[in-house]
């Protein structure tokens, strides 16, 4: 499957669609007027290289699956997805983590892990519900003191970063 199908338009009430390990390059910008009742999107293991700010559209997405992509840039457009509670984009080629995620106040788990990262911005410590934070096999090399603020954090992943620092407060 190389790309996502215009006949997805005919199931209205679709909640959940899993497309992963396809050939997929693109997420169409109809794709949330086709099926706007999404909850899961499912797109890991494709040749997506870019999110489009179309799937801000989708108002009760709760799950976005976009790892192993050839994904660089994280818009700013998906704060507006304000029921996410998961969003994978780990094997990617993330170079920075958008000030703008801060703003997904029912964001649980987050993972960044295999990306180009080398900065974590203090922003993330408004994300005040996430108990998963995996940037493991970045190229960070500091945590910044305003994660220790993350009360609900239970599992924080840094493997795989050998010129990390971790300040004494987390």
């Known amino acids: 499957l190389t790309v996502i199908p215009d006949s997805l ?16 390059t693109a997420i169409p910008d109809s794709l ?3 099926v706007p009742q999404l909850q899961i999107l499912g797109l890991h ?3 997506i290289t870019a999110i489009p ?10 799950v976005l699956e976009l790892s192993g992509n050839q994904i660089t840039v994280v818009p700013d457009s998906l704060a507006q997805l304000a029921q996410l509670r998961f969003l994978g984009l780990s094997h990617n080629q993330i170079a920075a983590i958008p000030d703008s995620l801060s703003q997904l106040a029912q964001l ?11 900065a974590i911005p203090d922003s993330l410590a408004r994300l ?3 108990q998963v934070l995996d940037l493991s ?10 994660l220790a603020t993350l009360e609900n954090l239970t599992h924080l992943f840094l493997h795989g970063n050998p010129n990390l620092g971790i300040p004494p407060e987390v």
């Open 137 to 146: 096999d970045t190229q960070i090399t500091s945590i910044p003191e305003s």
């Open 45 to 47: 293991r494709n040749q």
């Open 32 to 34: 949330a007027q086709q």
């Open 128 to 130: 005040a519900q996430l």
């Open 9 to 24: 338009a005919q199931l209205a009430h679709l909640q959940t669609l899993e497309l992963s390990h396809n050939q997929i």
């Open 53 to 62: 700010d179309s799937l801000a559209q989708f108002a009760q997405l709760q």
């Open 108 to 118: 649980r788990h987050l993972s960044l892990f295999d990306n180009r990262i080398t």
